[in-house]
């Protein structure tokens, strides 16, 4: 149900898009030349980069599945046009049956719904379920900490509401203000093969991220993404995989960046790319190269961040700000 499993599916299903490409234009008599499967890892890739796979049904990433949709049809129509091959016609529509069947069907199959349990107080809560919303296979019920307080035994109405509601996970946002015989209860509930965590490891496994907002100085102390600072073998892997990345990365996004350059250049006056200070590891400070996605303006005149509406965004700055492509190529 995590990022990371999402992650995987997305990569399983990109290598099966492949191998079945190759397997249809096989059967077919078609000579595989190199731009065939580049288009489709092309397009897998652009699932992966923007979660399209990442079963959340909200507008950004249906307008983003649906565009690629639309290319590879557009893509097909034009073959056949050209080519008027109908093999062309044939590999497309298998590829284009092959990507719905796996994010309508197969997903389905593999991810199961999960009920889960929040417990907090009434705002917490509000807010959890507005940013829980769009993943499609969360059912989320709640709990708050006065109910889950009120003298009448506590213990049976939080195992009425896990039976009842057949919860498959608990979810706590602040374990620290429970009550001792609530924890106990809730130790009982997990050696009984009950998920709990704690709000922010529920979104870092389930998106990846953490909210930000709910981070305290227990979570800097003792979480887990730090590891890699006392390994010096991790980090020089990570190094390693760093500039492969970033490199290979540089060479397939380079026509793309010389086109966004242009449109920069042509849409506004001003500097194609904006210098932002950023700050690094054990605060060193360094100049990332962004695609300047304002009009040239007084910084003195305006604020520093920008804001909704914002009229300093150009219109093709509006759109790398959506897309995230104004700061992807620094990665």
């Known amino acids: 149900m995590g990022y990371i499993r999402n992650k995987l599916f997305t990569s399983a299903t990109a290598g099966g898009g492949i191998l079945l490409f190759l397997a249809t234009a096989l059967l077919l008599g078609m000579d595989v030349s190199w731009h065939g499967p580049a288009v489709f890892l092309a397009t897998y ?40 091959r109908t093999e062309y016609f044939a590999v497309y529509s298998v590829q ?9 069907g197969v997903s389905r199959l593999v991810f199961k719904n999960e009920n889960v349990l929040l417990i907090g107080d009434p705002r917490e809560l509000a807010d959890a379920l507005k940013h829980l919303e769009d993943h499609r296979y969360i059912q989320c019920h709640t709990l708050t900490m006065d109910r889950l307080a009120e003298p009448s035994t506590p213990g049976p109405r939080l195992d009425g509401v896990v039976r009842e509601q057949k919860i498959n996970r608990i979810v706590i946002f602040s374990p620290r203000r429970l009550a ?26 389930l998106e990846g991220k953490v909210p930000v907002e709910r ?66 590891l054990n605060g060193r400070k360094f100049s990332m190269a962004k695609f300047r996605s304002m009009r040239v303006h007084d910084p003195s005149q305006h604020s520093q961040y920008a804001e909704t509406d914002d009229v300093r965004i150009t219109r093709f700055g509006g759109f790398m700000r959506r897309m995230r492509i104004d700061e992807r190529w620094g990665i």
Request: aromatic fraction near 16%; glycine fraction near 4%; proline fraction near 2%.
């Open 215 to 280: 981070l305290d100085e227990d979570w800097f102390l003792f979480g887990q993404g730090f590891r890699i600072l006392h390994s010096r073998f991790e980090q020089r892997i990570k190094r390693i995989v760093d500039i492969a990345v970033a490199l290979s990365m540089l060479l397939i996004s380079f026509p793309f960046m010389l086109l966004s350059a242009l449109i920069i250049k042509l849409g506004s006056k001003g500097p194609i790319f904006f210098m932002q200070k950023r700050v690094g």
């Open 180 to 205: 001792k015989p609530i924890l106990e209860r809730l130790f009982l509930i997990k050696m009984n093969r009950m998920k709990v965590d704690d709000y922010v490891s529920f979104c870092e496994n």
């Open 96 to 104: 284009i049956a092959y990507q719905y069947i796996v994010q309508f």
């Open 45 to 84: 890739t652009c699932y992966y980069l923007f979660d399209i796979y990442a079963f959340k049904e909200n507008s950004k990433t249906t307008r983003i599945g649906f565009a690629i949709y639309s290319v590879n049809i557009a893509l097909m129509i034009l073959l056949f046009l050209v080519s008027r």
